[in-house]
C-alpha cells in the first residue's frame, strides 16, 4: 500500500491525482489516502484538517469550498483533487484504494453520497474504509456491508469491543508482537494490516509476523527489496 499515494522523493506531492496514477505505474497494490468534507459537502484528498501545510492556501478544509480548495497549489504545482476525480481516474488501472475517513460533519446525507459514488464508479469492491472512530466504522459496515472495512485501533482490539461487521485492522506493536497475536486475528476472519514502515527491518518484521499487507512511503525500495530478497 502507498501511504498518502505517493513515492517518497518523486516529483508528485501527496494525495493528488498525479500521485495516484504514479503510483499505480510503480505498481502499488493499493494507494492509502485521506478524506476530508469541504464546505458544501464535497470529499477531497487531504490528510490535516487544513490546507496550510500541503498548499499554498491557507483555512480549514471543512470551512472552504471546492473551488476555493482548487484554486490552491501543491508544493510541486497540483491542485487537490476531489476523491471522484481520483476514483474515476485509478478505476482503469486496476489499482485498488485505501480511504481513511477524518473527522468532518459526516451525515446520513453525506454517507449516502460517499458510498453512492464508491458504487457509480465501480470502486466499491475495490475500496478497503478504514477509520480509527469505532463509530464511525460501525456507521460504515451498517450502510455498506458490501465494502471492506478495517480499524486502525488504538487501544486493545478484543472480541467484546470491535466494530461489528469490520472485516480487518492496522496492527500496532503492542498488540502485534508476535506471529501468534496476528494469527489469533487472522482465525477470526480478519485482516491484518502493517502500520506504516519504512525500513527494510521494519518490513521484515512485519513480514516475519505474517501481515496481509504492508503501508510504506518507499514503494520503488520495497519493491525491489521485495525481489532481493524473493518476498
Known sequence: MAHKGRVKNAAYDENTLESFLHVARVGADYAETDVRITQ?????????????????????????????????HTRHGYQVPALSSVLRA?????????????????????????????????????????????????????????IESSWKTSGQAVERNWPAGMDGLVARRRLMATAED???????????????????????????????SILTDNLRRYRRWCASTGM
Do not use: C
Open 40 to 72: 458544501g459537502g464535497r470529499f477531497v484528498l487531504m490528510h490535516d484538517p487544513t490546507v496550510d501545510r500541503t498548499t499554498d492556501g491557507t483555512g480549514r478544509v471543512e470551512e472552504l469550498p471546492l473551488a476555493t480548495i482548487r484554486g490552491f
Open 182 to 212: 496476528v494469527q489469533w486475528y487472522q482465525s477470526k476472519g480478519l485482516l491484518v494490516h502493517a502500520p506504516l514502515a519504512n525500513r527494510a527491518q521494519g518490513w521484515q518484521h512485519w513480514l516475519d509476523l505474517g501481515v496481509d
Open 90 to 146: 485509478v478505476e482503469p488501472t486496476g489499482m485498488n484504494v485505501r480511504l481513511e475517513t477524518k473527522d468532518g460533519p459526516w451525515t446520513p446525507e453525506l454517507w449516502d453520497k460517499y458510498f453512492g459514488l464508491l458504487r457509480r464508479t465501480d470502486m466499491a469492491e475495490r475500496t478497503l474504509l478504514n477509520d480509527q472512530s469505532k463509530s464511525r466504522l460501525t456507521i460504515m459496515n451498517d450502510l455498506a456491508p458490501d
